[in-house]
């Protein structure tokens, strides 16, 4: 398979802040699941879920950080850079006419695979990419776990092994394991406004922009 073929990584969220959960799921999903690379999508507006705490710019701008200095990791900026609502699907279909029938792998963490069902236009997700789960902490991925048109719409898909990702451009669901980490950015931000040091949480270079621009403070400058 040239470069250009092999399944490509994608993903979203709203980093607010990033941490080291999301560094260790890309690049564990890299591994488990080979990946030519993972293209970072940093969310700008969100619309199924609270506004973020910080500006997109600065969302963006701590994922840039986060990411430099690994090769195989690169930031997209067209959903921050947009004024409009971030819509997975949107991104999708753009990703997908600019790679053509190259496979795509949408990664996220269970949490987020299990609220899939009430993301705009759902479906045809399904259809635009792979879905690559991670396993996290506290989220239970059991067939019984999922909700009913969830688990109904991915019988077919389900379970499949890594090896199916490169032989189609969409369409299954595959599992993963991660080193379990019970790091989240509401955890992050609770510390962070109340005073508590978020090392060893983050990357340094992401935790020294975070204090250079005072965010995350119980007042913060946004
Ligand atoms: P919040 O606490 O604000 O909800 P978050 O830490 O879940 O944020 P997001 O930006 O919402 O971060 O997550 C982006 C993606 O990364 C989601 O698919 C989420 O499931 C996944 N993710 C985040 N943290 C982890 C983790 N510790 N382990 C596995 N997956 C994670």
């Known amino acids: 398979m040239s470069g250009r073929d092999e399944p490509l990584g994608l993903l979203g969220g709203t980093f607010d802040p ?21 293209r970072w999508l940093p969310a700008g507006r969100p619309p ?19 990411v430099s200095g690994n090769p195989a990791f690169t930031v997209d900026d067209a959903e921050t850079a947009s004024g409009e609502p971030s819509y997975t699907v949107t991104t ?44 996290r902490p506290g989220f239970e991925l ?3 776990a999922l909700p009913a048109e969830l688990a109904a719409a991915c019988a077919d898909r389900l379970g ?14 595959v599992q993963f394991a991660m080193t379990p980490l019970a790091i989240s950015a509401s955890l992050l931000r609770a510390r962070l406004a109340a005073g508590l040091s978020a090392r060893y949480l983050l990357p340094d270079p992401v ?16």
């Open 92 to 135: 999708l279909e753009r990703v997908r006419a600019e790679q053509g029938s190259r496979p795509l792998v949408l990664l996220m963490g269970a949490d987020a695979f299990l609220g899939l069902a009430t993301w705009h236009r759902w479906r045809e997700i399904l259809a635009l990419t792979h879905i690559g789960v991670a396993a």
């Open 48 to 66: 199924h879920r609270q506004a973020p705490r910080v500006a997109a710019a600065h969302r963006l701008e701590m994922v840039r950080q986060a």
């Open 160 to 173: 499949a092994d890594a090896g199916v990702l490169g032989a189609a451009p969409a369409g299954c669901v």
């Open 142 to 144: 059991s067939p019984e």
């Open 18 to 38: 990033v941490h080291y959960g999301h560094l260790r799921l890309a690049e564990e999903a890299r591994e488990a699941l080979d990946l030519a690379g993972v």
């Open 207 to 222: 935790r020294e922009y975070i204090d250079r621009h005072h965010l995350y403070r119980a007042t913060d400058g946004r």
